[in-house]
């Protein structure tokens, strides 16, 4: 699903994947297409809404988002994650993720179940399942 979803992704998809990516992410790990992957699963999902604006503009999602007023977006992180080998890593991720749609920092890793949560860099978050 999440190769199909790739193929269709405009440029104005990528701007909003790296604003997310780049509040929500480990800087220049592999949280990055993570965080890129887990947005994908949710545009997939029937519990979301089904375009990568709306699902980062959802009211309370992605705390990176609706506390700052303006993003700018870092060009090298739209380049990267947009990129061929951006496209490559997200779909390798997304496969480790299976489905996954849900997050947690740093902070919260305490709560994490290191047998049912993959983390992409020890840096970066941890991922779950929405009913977590």
């Known amino acids: 699903m999440i190769a199909e979803l790739l193929l269709t992704l405009t440029p104005v998809d990528?701007?909003?994947?790296?604003?997310?990516?780049?509040?929500?992410?480990a800087k220049n790990t592999a949280d990055e297409y993570c965080v890129a992957?887990?947005?994908?699963?949710?545009v997939a999902s029937d519990r979301f809404?089904?375009?990568?604006?709306?699902?980062?503009?959802a009211?309370?999602?992605?705390?990176?988002?609706?506390?700052r007023r303006w993003i700018p977006v870092n060009p090298?992180?739209?380049?990267?994650?947009?990129?061929?080998?951006?496209?490559?890593?997200i779909l390798k991720w997304s496969v480790i993720l299976n489905g996954r749609t849900d997050f947690k920092g740093q902070s919260m890793l305490k709560?994490?179940?290191?047998?049912e949560d993959p983390m992409c860099h020890p840096k970066g978050n941890y991922y779950h399942y929405h009913w977590q």
């Open 111 to 115: 709560y994490r179940m290191a047998s």
């Open 37 to 42: 992957a887990s947005v994908l699963n949710r």
């Open 76 to 89: 090298a992180v739209k380049e990267r994650i947009s990129s061929e080998e951006g496209k490559k890593q």
């Open 59 to 67: 009211p309370g999602q992605y705390e990176g988002i609706y506390t």
């Open 49 to 57: 809404p089904n375009t990568v604006h709306e699902v980062i503009y």
């Open 14 to 25: 990528y701007h909003n994947l790296a604003k997310v990516v780049q509040v929500e992410a």
